[in-house]
């Protein structure tokens, strides 16, 4: 059976880079497809598909060539590189320390052994306080009845510890200020196979998968990205003022996804990041919960 030489065409691309995408109405066993494909050619089954993928290269070629897009240059620090290294996963803790290291506000915290250290800890940080049990294997610590919120006195405090550890022996607790905002937010970061890390911006809370107000971009991100994705927010209005909100400082909230893009490219160990809620307080965005 006759075979086509197809080198001159998968040449053909290399030698100009440029994309090159085949319609074809034959199945992957067609050798030429089949062979086309595995030389990262992609084919088509109609000429409208083969239109749109060209149209969809050729924005991500205009974006990624502006001239106003210049990605913020950031070394990963050095204590960045310690918490990964000295950890196989991170508790919620340590991912926050990972935050703050690329300058990602978080909630202020400590994280301590036992009832006493927490009672010292409330009396350093003032109430009111949030409660976490905290441990690397506790995920949705909510669903759990490992959060306890509103702790506004010693014995609620001593309370909320003791039910944290009938549910989780193991856990520490982690003692935070409560953040006071009724603006949430969720930022996150995912994988998936040949791309780049996925960084994700949406209304947050509990309320995530109900609201369903998502954008995207591929990391690193440069400032115009992250406006871009910001803006594009079906309730973005919800961003400004009204009523007794203020403005969200949108050059802050900005800053965390440009940071948190480069924290992705920095480590690919980490496979999948999850702030929410990302709190308004005023108007700056706060990481009241961190899941890596």
Known sequence: MFQSDMNGLIQLAKKYHKPVIVNSFFEREDHAKSTLMDNAIP?????????????????????????DSKIPEI???????????ANDTLNEYQAKQLLRAYNIPTCNEQLVESIDDAILAAKDM????????????????????LVHLNIISEDQLIHA????????????FLI????????ELMIGMKRFANFPPCITLGFGGIFTEVVNDITLRLAPLSYNDAFEMINSLKSYTMLKAFRNFSDVDCWALASILTHLG???????CISEIDLNPVIIQGDKPVVVD???
Do not use: W
């Open 176 to 183: 935070c200020e409560q953040i006071q905002g009724q603006r």
């Open 262 to 268: 480069q924290m992705a490219c920095h480590f690919p």
């Open 75 to 85: 070394s990963a620090p050095k204590a960045a590189h310690e918490i990964i290294d």
């Open 161 to 172: 510890c003791k039910r944290i550890h009938e549910t989780q022996t193991l856990a520490q």
């Open 126 to 145: 003032g109430y009111p306080l949030v409660v976490k049990g905290c441990h690397s294997d506790i995920h949705h610590k909510t669903e759990h009845q």
């Open 290 to 292: 961190a899941l890596f």
């Open 43 to 67: 084919c088509t089954t109609s000429p409208e598909l083969a239109a749109m993928i060209m149209a969809v290269l050729y924005a991500s070629y205009s974006i990624q060539n502006r001239t």
